[in-house]
């Protein structure tokens, strides 16, 4: 049976940023082996998985953040849908090695066969993912993330890969220790850009259609070779 987990937003992220450094203080391995194991027993647990979100990006590109609404739909092992709703409709799907990003209002689409790297590109967006996939790329640890919620613990994955380092610094995940699942995921760039996702009314392994993944375009729809789903991260061929 499909379960609901209701968050309530986290407010003040720009003071939590500001106070993260010196807030986080790094956790004995044998406490991180034991939330590994908490953590792991829910990921696996996961064959399906839907939830809102909220993406706040911050890049020195950028005079202010952009802050981004919808929702996300995967089915382990290799199928993922964003479906943005705010600022601008745009939908970004994962699955059968291909990749499909679609802008309706711009009439525009890029597609990427991702044969090559399709699991590396799942394993980058970490969820329903157990530690011992993420370690294949990631070296892992734990912090206590203390200037937010005290139910959260805070795993920190640094890319093992030298070229992809050069790209992207690390991925965080704050997971709640009541649930073992991530309420939120930043993705930190080389130069200090970040990504932050945070995650609401996340639903488990409820019934999703395998047409979710299946992106029908316009025949007025201008496609071209992209990759914007990881925009600002690095290509994913590096990986």
Not at 95 to 105: I, K, N, S, V
Not at 108 to 118: F, I, L, P
């Amino acid at each position: 049976m499909p379960r609901t987990v209701s968050r309530r937003p986290f407010g003040a992220c720009a003071v939590i940023f500001a106070a993260l450094a010196a807030t986080q203080a790094v956790w004995p391995a044998s406490e991180l082996q034991q939330v590994l194991a908490n953590f792991d027993r829910v990921q696996r647990s996961i064959g399906t998985l839907t939830a809102d979100f909220t993406e706040t990006t911050r890049s020195t590109l950028l005079k202010h953040e952009i802050v981004a609404h919808g929702k996300i739909f995967l089915t382990k092992p290799s199928s993922v849908r964003w479906e943005y709703s705010a600022p601008e409709e745009m939908r970004f799907v994962i699955a059968d090695d291909q990749y499909t990003g679609y802008f309706p209002l711009r009439k525009q689409a890029e597609r990427r066969d991702v044969r090559r790297w399709g699991e590396q590109l799942f394993r980058f967006l970490g969820l329903g993912q157990a530690s011992d996939e993420l370690a294949k790329f990631y070296d892992i640890s734990l912090q206590n993330d203390t200037g937010s919620d005290a139910n959260t613990v805070v795993l920190v994955l640094d890319p093992k890969k030298k070229r992809v380092r050069k790209r992207m610094e690390s991925v965080q995940f704050w997971v709640d220790q009541r649930t073992w699942l991530p309420v939120r995921v930043q993705y930190t760039g080389a130069q200090g850009d970040t990504r932050l996702v945070e995650f609401e009314e996340m639903t488990i392994n409820p019934t999703l259609a395998a047409s979710l993944y299946v992106v029908e375009l316009p025949p007025d729809v201008e496609v071209s070779r992209g990759f914007s789903a990881l925009s600002g991260v690095g290509d994913p061929s590096d990986r």
